[in-house]
DNA sequence: CGCTGACCCTGACGGC
DNA sequence: TGCCGTCAGGGTCAGC
């Protein structure tokens, strides 16, 4: 799955053939996503109007007056829209069927992911407790630095926390820390404020142009037109442990953090 | 409250 | 060719 820009180029994508469109069907052939698939939704959704696509984190909320349908990619999923009649393929778990002859399906061999349903006027659970965007205004160098005072933790795993801030994932996380000269196993607590602005200018500036390219780095990842995301995005770490520091030209190294692998450099980074 | 590790699943890949 | 272990973009949850 995507990151938070894989996310948000498949909202883009799906958005302008949604909103305005009246739910037709829904066809559920797989309900053991990472939550059972509630069975409500192809009793609700039907015959709703979907009024907005937004994104909140990596989740994708479907509006209409009855509530939302919330989307989450997980690891492995994607959203794109078909011809109703498009042949399936392995793993295509759901089907939105719109009046208008379009269908959004969504596709996920891990199934990670999941579709919920959350009543008009009601903020899903998995929504509550979750912090700022890493693209608003009231996520900046300040509120890192001090959420993170006596936190021992790696700084890595601090970024990613979605507590502290939503969207950050493990290739954006490894590029942010980079760009910053922050190595990503020291403590968070133990960061100045000064690099914490730093921090929290290069993790927008990541994924801002991450966006723009059209969000993938990734090769498996379809938009929500169907078509892959261009260009790969330059990556100066993510997947490049052993290789050159572009920066320097040391050999770039790898240690694990929170089971996840992470590369950096041990000149540029500190 | 903060942190660690287990876990949910399939598929791709490398080594033998 | 095949089998086996390892790893992969995420996030929740239990337990200390």
């Given amino acids: 799955m995507p990151e938070l820009p894989e996310v948000e180029t498949t909202r883009r994508g799906v958005e302008p053939h949604c909103v305005g469109h009246r739910v037709r069907r829904v066809i559920v052939r797989e ?56 042949p399936l393929r392995r793993h295509d778990h759901i089907d939105v069927l719109l009046e208008g002859g379009v269908c959004l399906r969504y596709h996920d061999p891990r199934r990670f992911g999941c579709f919920l349903w959350s009543a008009a006027g009601e903020l899903h659970p998995l929504l509550e407790n979750l912090g700022p965007e890493p693209l608003s205004r009231e996520f900046d160098g300040q509120h890192l630095y001090y ?52 921090l929290a200018e290069n993790i927008k500036q990541v994924l801002t142009t991450a966006i723009e390219h059209g969000g993938t780095t990734l090769r498996d990842f379809v938009g929500g037109d169907g078509r892959p995301g261009y260009f790969a995005q330059q990556l100066f770490v993510y997947g490049r442990s052993g290789q050159p520091c572009k920066r320097c030209g040391c050999p770039l190294r790898e240690l694990r953090l929170g089971q996840r692998s992470s590369v950096y450099c041990v000149t540029c980074q500190h």
């Avoid at 790696?154 to 950050?168: A, L, Y």
């Avoid at 290739?171 to 602005?197: C, K, M, T």
């Fill in 147 to 198: 959420r993170s005072r006596r936190r021992k933790g790696p700084i890595k795993n601090f970024i990613m926390d979605g507590k502290v801030v939503v969207g950050v994932g493990n290739i954006y996380a490894n590029e942010a820390l980079f760009q910053s000269g922050i190595r990503p196993d020291r403590a968070a607590g133990r960061v100045s404020q000064a690099r914490y602005e730093r």
């Fill in 31 to 86: 309900p053991r996503l990472r939550w059972p698939v509630p069975e409500q939704l192809a009793c609700v959704l039907p015959g709703q109007v979907i009024t907005a696509v937004e994104r909140r984190a990596k989740y994708l909320l479907f509006r209409t007056a009855a509530g939302s349908l919330l989307v989450h990619l997980g690891m492995s999923g994607s959203l794109r829209m078909v011809a109703p009649d498009a």
